[in-house]
């Protein structure tokens, strides 16, 4: 029997949310415009693919959220109050103890380091001192993380330089330096536009010592840790990791090798000495932030409302009322279109899930901070960080969120940038009726985008939900084309 057909104003976002959960899941949000990404994957890590590095201000939140990471694995989602040294930190569940109390020692640590003109002996030591206070709290539940990716990257260079059949040179000395991290505007990097680079390239004999060179840092890492090592050591070891990784020259090589191995290497393997070394580098450079700003003291730690429990597991309705609520958003389709693309949509979740072993059931940490902001009319930095090294960036829902937000409260909020694998939350927390209907209106022309797409891939048997790599992320320009041909 067929339903009858439901007009639009009966439409709600209860209503629609479930077929965007069921069309958005992975990869779709890149396509849709508008969106309110200050980030994408690779830009904070290598400058000169956008021409210049974000402000020290997106630096410090994304390594705030990256500690927090590394302290709790729990999403956080961080921000800066406007004119005063405090953090927001907002996270789906209460902060652990452990956690605010790391976040807090490290900040006192580093705030030294904030003013210029110690000698530098002393510098040395205050530096050793905050290494040695982030390693002691992150180091226990980083180091599995990092053997297991640290083995197979090995395992992939090594691979790859045995088969590449060239024969070995002998390796290029590179020095140990902060300079060669690429982290921050005063590294005396060449700002300048670079000539071509290739996103990915089989190896050249040149390549041959910078992989040699990336070879015996990544092992020289893995023996220290296996032989106990102090923290210092380790760190150092991390850091000659991380320059040989973010060596330039080197990255569309690694590309080439595998597509993710600079990435795990970077986000994964060195995820302790780059956020170590990151908020190192910000503090010394903090006095240089315009306006000058008080280096960060205090962490406000934001939950969810408590007139919002955590929701269940989204529970999907029947296929007959997704149908339903299609054919009210996109009144173009026929009704069999709808129930294919509803169908697409149901195998497509299912392959997600099994995929990334998730479920939705949550609340997302950038929602939580979002709500935070506009209920309490709070005037932040208008970066919102989400950690860099969890790969967990922003999902659909959150950024559209922020993106009603911005439009419907004149704010200029951004998030780090998309997810493929950020499945999304159950629901989103309440808000004024002005945003709420603005976020209505969206969905629905969202979810007739979305289905559009959809329905090409059914027709023309295109894998719309194919995990998009970063350089899809990347090259995507807000056209609903599917590039996928
Ligand atoms: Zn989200």
């Given at each position: 029997?067929?339903?009858p057909?439901?007009?639009?104003?009966?439409?709600?976002i209860?209503?629609?949310?479930?077929?965007?959960?069921?069309?958005?899941p992975?990869?779709a949000?890149?396509?849709?415009?508008?969106?309110?990404?200050?980030?994408?994957?690779?830009?904070s890590?290598?400058?000169?693919?956008?021409?210049?590095?974000?402000?020290?201000?997106?630096?410090?939140?994304?390594?705030?959220?990256?500690?927090?990471?590394?302290?709790?694995?729990?999403?956080?989602?961080?921000?800066?109050?406007?004119?005063?040294?405090?953090l927001?930190?907002?996270?789906?569940?209460?902060?652990?103890?452990?956690?605010?109390?790391?976040?807090?020692?490290?900040?006192?640590?580093?705030?030294?380091l904030?003013?210029?003109?110690?000698?530098?002996?002393?510098?040395q030591?205050?530096?050793?001192?905050?290494?040695?206070?982030?390693?002691?709290?992150?180091?226990?539940?980083?180091?599995?993380?990092v053997?297991?990716?640290?083995?197979?990257?090995?395992?992939?260079?090594?691979?790859?330089?045995?088969?590449?059949?060239?024969?070995?040179?002998?390796?290029?000395?590179q020095?140990?330096?902060?300079?060669?991290?690429?982290?921050?505007?005063?590294?005396?990097?060449?700002?300048?536009?670079?000539?071509?680079?290739?996103?990915?390239?089989?190896?050249?004999?040149?390549?041959?010592?910078?992989?040699?060179?990336?070879?015996?840092a990544?092992?020289?890492?893995?023996?220290?840790?296996?032989?106990?090592?102090?923290?210092?050591?380790i760190?150092?070891?991390?850091?000659?990791?991380?320059?040989?990784?973010?060596?330039?020259?080197?990255?569309?090589?690694?590309?080439?090798?595998?597509?993710?191995?600079?990435?795990?290497v970077?986000?994964?393997?060195?995820?302790?000495?780059?956020?170590?070394?990151?908020?190192?580098?910000?503090?010394?450079?903090?006095?240089s932030?315009?306006?000058?700003?008080?280096?960060?003291?205090?962490?406000?730690?934001?939950?969810?409302?408590?007139?919002?429990?955590?929701?269940?597991?989204?529970?999907?309705?029947?296929?007959?009322?997704?149908v339903?609520?299609?054919?009210?958003?996109s009144?173009?389709?026929?009704?069999?279109?709808c129930?294919?693309?509803?169908?697409?949509?149901?195998?497509?979740?299912?392959?997600?899930?099994?995929?990334?072993?998730?479920?939705?059931?949550?609340?997302?940490?950038?929602?939580?901070?979002?709500?935070?902001?506009?209920?309490?009319?709070?005037?932040?930095?208008p970066?919102?960080?989400?950690?860099?090294?969890?790969?967990?960036?922003?999902?659909?829902?959150?950024?559209?969120l922020?993106?009603?937000?911005?439009?419907?409260?004149?704010?200029?909020?951004?998030?780090?940038?998309?997810?493929?694998?950020?499945?999304?939350?159950?629901?989103?927390?309440?808000?004024d009726?002005?945003?709420?209907?603005?976020?209505?209106?969206?969905?629905?022309?969202?979810?007739?985008?979305?289905?559009?797409?959809?329905?090409?891939?059914?027709k023309?048997?295109?894998?719309?939900?194919?995990?998009?790599?970063f350089?899809r992320?990347?090259?995507?320009?807000?056209?609903?084309?599917?590039?996928?041909?």
């Amino acid at each position: 029997m067929v339903p009858p057909l439901l007009s639009t104003s009966q439409l709600a976002i209860s209503r629609l949310y479930p077929l965007a959960y069921l069309f958005a899941p992975l990869n779709a949000a890149f396509r849709l415009r508008n969106m309110p990404w200050e980030l994408d994957e690779e830009r904070s890590y290598h400058h000169s693919y956008f021409g210049g590095f974000p402000p020290l201000q997106v630096t410090l939140l994304d390594a705030v959220a990256a500690l927090c990471t590394l302290l709790d694995w729990n999403s956080v989602c961080v921000s800066l109050l406007d004119a005063t040294d405090q953090l927001l930190v907002s996270l789906p569940h209460p902060a652990a103890a452990l956690l605010q109390e790391a976040i807090g020692k490290c900040l006192a640590e580093l705030q030294p380091l904030t003013v210029p003109g110690h000698s530098p002996r002393l510098q040395q030591a205050l530096e050793d001192r905050f290494t040695e206070t982030a390693y002691d709290r992150c180091y226990g539940a980083h180091r599995d993380v990092v053997f297991n990716e640290g083995e197979k990257a090995l395992s992939l260079v090594d691979t790859a330089i045995n088969e590449a059949g060239i024969p070995q040179e002998c390796e290029e000395e590179q020095d140990r330096g902060d300079a060669g991290v690429a982290c921050g505007h005063d590294s005396g990097i060449d700002d300048s536009e670079e000539e071509y680079e290739p996103k990915q390239r089989a190896i050249k004999p040149s390549d041959l010592p910078r992989l040699h060179g990336l070879r015996h840092a990544l092992s020289g890492l893995l023996s220290a840790m296996r032989s106990g090592e102090d923290y210092l050591t380790i760190y150092d070891r991390g850091i000659s990791v991380l320059i040989r990784v973010e060596d330039k020259a080197l990255v569309p090589v690694l590309r080439g090798i595998d597509w993710s191995l600079r990435l795990i290497v970077v986000r994964k393997v060195c995820a302790l000495p780059w956020t170590v070394h990151t908020f190192m580098h910000v503090a010394r450079n903090w006095t240089s932030v315009e306006p000058q700003a008080t280096f960060p003291k205090s962490v406000t730690w934001i939950h969810p409302p408590p007139s919002y429990p955590p929701p269940p597991p989204l529970s999907l309705p029947t296929t007959e009322d997704l149908v339903t609520a299609l054919q009210a958003v996109s009144p173009e389709m026929s009704r069999d279109d709808c129930v294919a693309v509803v169908k697409e949509g149901f195998e497509c979740l299912e392959a997600c899930r099994r995929w990334k072993d998730s479920t939705a059931g949550d609340i997302h940490a950038e929602a939580v901070l979002i709500h935070h902001i506009v209920s309490n009319k709070i005037a932040v930095y208008p970066y919102l960080a989400t950690s860099p090294i969890a790969f967990s960036w922003s999902c659909y829902a959150c950024a559209r969120l922020l993106s009603v937000v911005n439009a419907e409260r004149q704010l200029r909020l951004a998030l780090r940038g998309c997810s493929d694998e950020m499945i999304l939350p159950s629901s989103l927390p309440p808000f004024d009726e002005d945003i709420e209907a603005a976020l209505l209106a969206q969905l629905r022309d969202d979810v007739r985008a979305l289905a559009m797409g959809h329905l090409q891939a059914v027709k023309y048997k295109r894998p719309v939900r194919a995990p998009i790599s970063f350089e899809r992320f990347k090259d995507s320009d807000g056209s609903s084309q599917n590039s996928q041909d």
